[in-house]
C-alpha cells in the first residue's frame, strides 16, 4: 500500500511504548525524489491530496500526487528547452506560491541544483550570490523582485541567461530602453509551462549528486553555502516523524520557501509519509488570519516558532476552532515554559520541540509518545550519534552545559547531514573534524537525558568570568504580565567585557518606564542567579526577526557594536 511505501527506503523499530528506536535509510544509488516517490505515487494513488495552498485574497488550489508529478514534468521540460542542464544553480525566490513545488521537482528531474531564497535579498546579496554560486537562471515570484533581480544582473555585467516570471506582469519588468538588451528580458513562467508535455523521461541521476544549495548567514562575514545530496530528502523522513506526519493527514509548517525549514515541513518527508502540504501564502504574519486558515482547514499537525505561539496565545486561541488540531511542534529558538504552558492551556495540546539546522535534519527531539518537559529540546533523534561535549571534545556530565555534537566521519553519504560549505574546504573543516560535526549550539542533558537548549556559541554573553545563556533570562522575563516577547544578547561593556541586555516588546497598552525597568530587573534576580540579571533593559516596538519569525539577535548585537 501507498502508506507503507516508504518502508522500501526507510527501516524502523520502536520500543514498548511506541516511540521510534531505530531509524536506518536504505538509499538505492539512484534515488531521486521526484521519480521514486512523487512520480511513484501518482502512480499508486494518483488522487490522494499532496498540495492545499490558500493565499490572503481566499484564492485556493489543491494538487494531487498525480498533478505534482505532471506539473514537475511540464517545468523540466520547460527547463531542458530552455537550455538549463543537469549540475546548473537555478535560484528561487517564489514565497509562499505553490508553483514552488512544480519548480524544485521540475529542477530535480533534470539533475539541477535549486538555490532558494528569500524576496527580502537586496540587490547587492544577488550579485554576491550570483558570483558564489554561478547563478546563471533565476525564477522569481513578482516584479518587485525581478527589478532588483534586473539591477543585480547588470551590475554583474549580464551574467544570467533565464530569468523567469512566476507571478506578476511581464510588462512591467520587459522594459525596452537603452539600457537593457534582448538578454535582460523576462519569461512568463505560466505561458512556458502551458507548451509543455507532462511526461519526462527519467534522467539519470545520483544520490550524492547537489540536490540544494542554501545561503546560511553567520555572526560576522558573508553567508555560508550549504549543500545537500539527494539522500536529504529521505532523512526528512525522521523529520516528518517527529512532526507527526501521517497518511492523509494535513500538515502546516509556517516557513518561507527561501530558508531551509521550508524542506523540514513543507516538502520531502510529508509526502515520503503520504502526508499533504498545507502552505498559507501571506505578505505578514497575523495570528488571527493564521489561526482562522488552521481552524477553516483542519489542519491536523502544525509547526512554527515559539515566538508565533506567543502572538496565538495573545490572540486569545479559544475563539477559534482547533478540534482538528492533532499535534503541534515547535523549532527554530528555543521554546520557554510559559508558552508551552499556556498552549497547552488553551488547547490540551503539549507542544513537541525539536532542534536542527540548515546543515542537518533533526537531531534533537520530542517524538511523538514522548512526555515532554517543558523547555526541553527533548532527546536524541535515533539517526544520529549525538552528545554534548567541552572544548577539548570531551562528554560533559549532566548538568553542565557544553556544544551539540554529532560523531561521525565526514563524508558525501552522511544520511542528512550536509556535504560541506561549498568552496570553502577550511571552514566546512573548522566545524567537522575528530569524527564529530560541530553544531556550534550549546545545551545540557538533566539525569533523563533531555537536552536543555542554552545557544548559539555566538550567543553566550561573557560576563566578568561568567558564562551566561540568553535563553533563561528570557524564560523569566516572559513570566511578567507586562512581557510580550524579548530578546537577551551581551551588550559591550569596559569593565564587564559584556553585560546583559534585554531588548522587550510589551503587551498591548502597556508603557515602558524607569519604573518598570526597575520591577522587570527584580522579576529576573527573584527567579534566576542574581549575576544573571538584565544590567540594559530597552523598550521595542517590535524585535527584528527572519521572514519565519525567528529572533534576530545578531542584529540587535550589530547595532550596539556600531
Known amino acids: 500500500m501507498l502508506k507503507d511505501y516508504y518502508k522500501k527506503y526507510i527501516e524502523t523499530s520502536y520500543d514498548k511504548n511506541g516511540i521510534l528506536n531505530k531509524f536506518k535509510i536504505n538509499c538505492p544509488d539512484n534515488f531521486n525524489f521526484a521519480y521514486d516517490i512523487v512520480d511513484k505515487y501518482a502512480e499508486l494513488e494518483p488522487d490522494l491530496r499532496a498540495l492545499v495552498w490558500v493565499n490572503a485574497k481566499g484564492e485556493e488550489r489543491s494538487f494531487s500526487y498525480s498533478d505534482l508529478s505532471k506539473y514537475s514534468s511540464k517545468a523540466a521540460n520547460m527547463f531542458v528547452s530552455m537550455g538549463i542542464k543537469k549540475g546548473d544553480t537555478v535560484k528561487l525566490v517564489l514565497k509562499g506560491n505553490y508553483r514552488f513545488w512544480f519548480v524544485l521537482l521540475g529542477l530535480e528531474k533534470i539533475g539541477a541544483v535549486a538555490v532558494p531564497a528569500t524576496h527580502l535579498l537586496t540587490a547587492k546579496d544577488y550579485i554576491y550570490r550570483f558570483e558564489q554560486a554561478e547563478i546563471k537562471h533565476i525564477i522569481v ?71 540544494l544549495l542554501y545561503f546560511t548567514s553567520g555572526t560576522t562575514g558573508y553567508p555560508k553555502m550549504v549543500t545537500h545530496n539527494h539522500r536529504y530528502a529521505l532523512a526528512h523522513t525522521q523529520t516528518a516523524m517527529w512532526l507527526n506526519g501521517r497518511y492523509g493527514g494535513l500538515h502546516l509548517t509556517i516557513a518561507d520557501t527561501g530558508w531551509a525549514k521550508a524542506m523540514w515541513g513543507k516538502m520531502y518527508g510529508q509526502l515520503i509519509l503520504g502526508t499533504a502540504i498545507f502552505v498559507y501564502d501571506y505578505e505578514r504574519f497575523n495570528p488571527a488570519d493564521m489561526l482562522g486558515v488552521i481552524s477553516k482547514y483542519k489542519v491536523t499537525a502544525f509547526c512554527a516558532p515559539p515566538t508565533m505561539y506567543r502572538f496565538f496565545i495573545q490572540e486569545d486561541v479559544k475563539n477559534y476552532d482547533l478540534s482538528a488540531l492533532e499535534y503541534s511542534c515547535t523549532a527554530g529558538e528555543a521554546l520557554n515554559p510559559e508558552v508551552f504552558e499556556r498552549w497547552y492551556e488553551f488547547t490540551g495540546q503539549k507542544m513537541m520541540e525539536g ?127 507586562l512581557v510580550l516577547e524579548c530578546a537577551v544578547t551581551g551588550a559591550p561593556d569596559p569593565v564587564r567585557g559584556q553585560v546583559v541586555k534585554a531588548t522587550v516588546v510589551l503587551v498591548k497598552g502597556a508603557n515602558g518606564s524607569d519604573e518598570l525597568v526597575k520591577e522587570l530587573q527584580r522579576h529576573v534576580t527573584d527567579n534566576t542567579a542574581p549575576y544573571k540579571y538584565p544590567r540594559i533593559i530597552e523598550f521595542a516596538n517590535e524585535l527584528p526577526k527572519t521572514i519565519s519569525g525567528k529572533i534576530k539577535r545578531s542584529q540587535i548585537r550589530k547595532e550596539d557594536n556600531k
Open 141 to 211: 515570484i513578482d516584479e518587485e523582485v525581478a527589478k532588483r533581480v534586473d539591477d543585480a544582473d547588470k551590475e554583474s555585467g549580464g551574467v544570467l541567461i533565464n530569468k523567469i516570471l512566476v507571478d506578476g506582469e511581464i510588462g512591467a519588468v520587459n522594459i525596452t530602453d537603452n539600457a537593457r538588451s534582448q538578454s535582460m528580458c523576462w519569461v512568463d513562467f505560466d505561458a512556458e509551462l502551458e507548451k509543455q508535455s507532462d511526461v519526462f523521461p527519467r534522467v539519470a541521476t545520483n544520490a550524492l549528486d547537489m540536490l
Open 355 to 481: 532542534f536542527g539546522q540548515t546543515e542537518t535534519v533533526i537531531i534533537v527531539s520530542n517524538l511523538p509518545g514522548v512526555e515532554p518537559k517543558p523547555g526541553s529540546m527533548g532527546k536524541p533523534m535515533p539517526l544520529y550519534n549525538v552528545d554534548i561535549v567541552d572544548d577539548d571534545g570531551n562528554p560533559v556530565p549532566a548538568g553542565e552545559v557544553g556544544e551539540i555534537i554529532l560523531r561521525c566521519e565526514r563524508g558525501s553519504d552522511t544520511d542528512g547531514l550536509f556535504q560541506g560549505y561549498h568552496k570553502n574546504e577550511e571552514l566546512t573543516d573548522s566545524v567537522w573534524h575528530g569524527g564529530m560535526y560541530h553544531t556550534g549550539d550549546t545545551a545540557w542533558k538533566d539525569e533523563d537525558g533531555y537536552y536543555w537548549y542554552v545557544g548559539r556559541n555566538d550567543d553566550i554573553i561573557k560576563s566578568s568570568g561568567y558564562r551566561i545563556g540568553p535563553f533563561e533570562i528570557e524564560s523569566v522575563l516572559i513570566t511578567h504580565p
